[in-house]
């Protein structure tokens, strides 16, 4: 077992009584859940998002976080073996995924799979809010090199579209 999954079942032999229930609040938070940046700053390219961990259960071995993007803001684009499953909870987004790129609204579903380059974009003018599972234990994001994002660009108009800003 590895060290991650060690590290969690301490931490949850502590968990208080309190934490079985946790009520959601204003805003997109949940009772005694820590509202923390994204990743750290620094560590790669995204704007405007918010993370809270809902669960992180060793015996589950997976996690689920809420992230939020501000008007504006976008997730990093990566790619990881590890995988994600997506709902998008709130707002309007365009997702890259792959080689293309397509619209998404509260409720819809996106299946990320391994090693699949993904970003995030908020649409419109309201907060773009989404759940996200993903193992405990996990890779280390790539981050594009200029010769994936020429590839990427070459792929497809939309992407190329969508990859403009960079
Ligand atoms: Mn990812």
Same mark, same amino acid.
């Given at each position: 077992?590895?060290?991650?999954?060690?590290?969690?079942?301490?931490?949850?032999?502590?968990?208080?009584?309190?934490?079985?229930? @946790?009520?959601?609040s204003?805003?997109?938070?949940?009772?005694?859940?820590?509202?923390?940046?994204y990743?750290?700053?620094?560590?790669?390219?995204?704007?405007?998002?918010?993370?809270?961990?809902?669960?992180?259960?060793p015996?589950?071995?997976?996690?689920?976080?809420?992230?939020?993007?501000?008007?504006?803001?976008?997730?990093?684009?990566? @790619?990881?073996?590890?995988?994600?499953?997506?709902?998008?909870?709130?707002?309007?987004?365009?997702?890259?995924?792959?080689?293309?790129?397509?619209? %998404?609204?509260?409720?819809?579903? %996106?299946?990320?799979?391994?090693?699949?380059?993904?970003?995030? @974009?908020?649409?419109?003018?309201?907060?773009?809010?989404?759940?996200?599972m993903?193992?405990?234990?996990?890779? @280390?994001?790539?981050?594009?090199?200029?010769?994936?994002?020429?590839?990427?660009?070459?792929?497809?108009?939309?992407?190329?579209?969508?990859?403009?800003?960079?």
């Amino acid at each position: 077992m590895s060290e991650n999954i060690e590290k969690l079942k301490q931490e949850n032999a502590e968990e208080r009584p309190a934490d079985l229930f @946790r009520a959601f609040s204003e805003n997109y938070r949940w009772e005694n859940v820590p509202f923390l940046p994204y990743k750290e700053e620094g560590t790669a390219p995204f704007k405007a998002i918010s993370r809270q961990v809902l669960f992180q259960n060793p015996e589950l071995r997976c996690e689920l976080r809420y992230f939020e993007v501000a008007p504006g803001g976008y997730s990093t684009l990566e @790619r990881h073996q590890h995988t994600h499953g997506v709902m998008i909870l709130r707002g309007a987004a365009d997702v890259l995924l792959g080689n293309q790129v397509r619209p %998404v609204k509260t409720h819809d579903l %996106v299946n990320i799979p391994p090693m699949t380059w993904h970003q995030f @974009r908020t649409k419109g003018n309201e907060p773009m809010g989404f759940l996200c599972m993903v193992n405990v234990d996990r890779d @280390r994001p790539q981050l594009p090199t200029e010769e994936d994002l020429l590839l990427l660009r070459s792929s497809d108009h939309a992407v190329a579209a969508f990859l403009s800003v960079y």
